[in-house]
T-cell receptor
Framework: DGGITQSPKYLFRKEGQNVTLSCEQN?????MYWYRQDPGQGLRLIYY???????QKGDIAEGYSVSREKKESFPLTVTSAQKNPTAFYLC????????????FGPGTRLLVL | QKEVEQNSGPLSVPEGAIASLNCTYS??????FFWYRQYSGKSPELIMS????GDKEDGRFTAQLNKASQYVSLLIRDSQPSDSATYLC???????????FGTGTSLTVIP
């Protein structure tokens, strides 16, 4: 099956702990994105990557880090510097070039213990 | 000023009626516009994309774009209870690399 997978579905973070959310796609898409969604708010961009080994900050990058070592993988680390990490995290990918549409993974819900 | 604005609702319509969802955007140079449907606890799924002024129809869904007014809308005809969800409007930035989302409109279709 082609698509985007995110794991885990639920993640619990202790105070001061770094946690990493996984995002993998087998669509051969060039671009990948991480969004955060809070209740009653739209999706806010954390980081995005257009090609391997390159990524750019979005509107709310503080307290997060990413890597793009492989085309199919774009993991997001929520660091201890992110003081309010509880949210629904969505990974998306887009073919790149002139392709317009983003496709979303199933999401990871992060909760703070 | 928010990049993309939507009425948060909730919007309630009876089954079989037309639901009308609206969205405005601030970047006059934007060229690509999208409507996503998001069920509670799930990720967004694409319903429609529209790039040119006018109407675009796909089954029971019609997207309307007016670039001069910076306005995008989604009409859902013959609304069904299964259409009950939050609808997100998204706009691709003028640079092409980022997408901006509205806060979503919650729609409830009453049987």
């Amino acid at each position: 099956d082609g698509g985007i997978t995110q794991s885990p579905k639920y993640l619990f973070r202790k105070e001061g702990q770094n946690v990493t959310l996984s995002c993998e796609q087998n669509l051969n898409h060039d671009a990948m994105y991480w969004y955060r969604q809070d209740p009653g708010q739209g999706l806010r961009l954390i980081y995005y990557s257009q090609i391997v080994n390159d990524f750019q900050k979005g509107d709310i990058a503080e307290g997060y880090s990413v890597s793009r070592e492989k085309k199919e993988s774009f993991p997001l680390t929520v660091t201890s510097a992110q003081k309010n990490p509880t949210a629904f995290y969505l990974c998306a990918s887009r073919q790149g070039g002139g392709a317009e549409t983003q496709y979303f993974g199933p999401g990871t819900r992060l909760l703070v213990l | 000023q928010k990049e993309v604005e939507q009425n948060s609702g909730p919007l309630s319509v009876p089954e079989g009626a037309i639901a009308s969802l609206n969205c405005t955007y601030s970047d006059r140079g934007s060229q690509s516009f999208f409507w996503y449907r998001q069920y509670s606890g799930k990720s967004p799924e694409l319903i429609m994309s529209i790039y040119s002024n006018g109407d675009k129809e796909d089954g029971r869904f019609t997207a309307q774009l007016n670039k001069a007014s910076q306005y995008v809308s989604l009409l859902i005809r013959d609304s069904q209870p299964s259409d009950s969800a939050t609808y997100l409007c998204a706009v691709r930035s003028n640079t092409g690399n980022q997408f901006y989302f509205g806060t979503g409109t919650s729609l409830t279709v009453i049987p």
